[in-house]
């Protein structure tokens, strides 16, 4: 079975924390797609990223950064001196299948308070 | 790069009347658009695959007579609610992917979505 796993529903931190958004997945296929999607109250999903299964390497982009953990099913994405922009449901998905299609986590909406 | 627009962004009808929207890929080709539909306060639910020059493929419970897919071109696909009823009022999404062989093929670009309202 194909899972992702958002466990935070909502998390709340003033301005300029640091916060880390976790993600877990379940797939039995050795290849693999993970992503990251941001939501803001817009409606509109940007994607932030995507990581193969073959590469473990972390990823830094401006504040933001991602650790890929193999060993835990854990794809965690981590928002430096967050900013209030950054309130948004960001959701992590999961591809495994040759058909595109995504398994999406429940979101976690976040909340940047000035 | 990758952008996926859609029209309308909102629209509100009568119960009974059909309301078509569109999505198109502004600056690449795609032969695979997704549909989704999004509750309030949930994630996204896929609806349909809709393939170019193909039969849409649609996901366990959804009507395929009540949800028209069309993708008729490698930009453009379109979904057709028809006979809409209140329970249809949603937050429509629809995403696309890249080309086969092209370094993003499993990325999905999603459009601004349609908020419809059926009264």
């Known amino acids: 079975a194909q899972k992702v796993t958002q466990a935070q529903t909502e998390i709340s931190v003033v301005e300029k924390e640091d916060v880390t958004l976790d993600c877990v997945y379940e797939?039995?296929?050795?290849?693999?797609?993970l992503f990251w999607y941001k939501q803001p109250p817009s409606g509109e999903l940007v994607f932030l990223i995507r990581?193969?299964?073959?590469d473990e390497q972390n990823e830094i982009s401006g504040r933001y950064s991602w650790n890929f953990q193999k060993s835990t099913s854990s794809f965690n994405f981590t928002i430096t001196a967050s900013q209030v922009v950054d309130s948004a449901v960001y959701f992590c998905?999961?591809?495994?299948?040759?058909?595109?299609?995504?398994?999406w986590g429940a979101g976690t909406k976040l909340i940047i308070k000035p | 790069g990758a952008v996926v627009s859609q029209h309308p962004s909102r629209v509100i009808c009568k119960s009974g009347t059909s309301v078509k929207i569109e999505c198109r890929s502004l600056?690449?080709?795609?032969?695979?658009m997704f549909w989704y539909r999004q509750f309030p306060k949930q994630s996204l639910m896929l609806m349909a695959t809709?393939?170019?020059?193909?039969?849409?493929?649609?996901e366990q419970g959804v009507e395929k007579d009540k949800f028209l897919i069309n993708h008729a071109s490698l930009t453009l696909s379109t979904l057709t609610v028809t006979s809409a009823h209140p329970e249809d009022s949603s937050f429509y999404i629809c995403?696309?992917?890249?080309?086969?062989?092209?370094?993003?093929?499993?990325?999905?670009?999603f459009g601004p979505g349609t908020r419809l309202t059926v009264l």
């Open positions: 990581r193969n299964s073959f």
């Open positions: 600056d690449f080709q795609a032969t695979t």
């Open positions: 995403s696309a992917i890249n080309l086969p062989g092209t370094s993003d093929t499993d990325t999905q670009y």
């Open positions: 809709s393939n170019e020059g193909s039969k849409a493929t649609y």
């Open positions: 998905a999961l591809e495994a299948d040759s058909n595109y299609q995504l398994i």
């Open positions: 797939t039995r296929d050795t290849t693999y797609y």
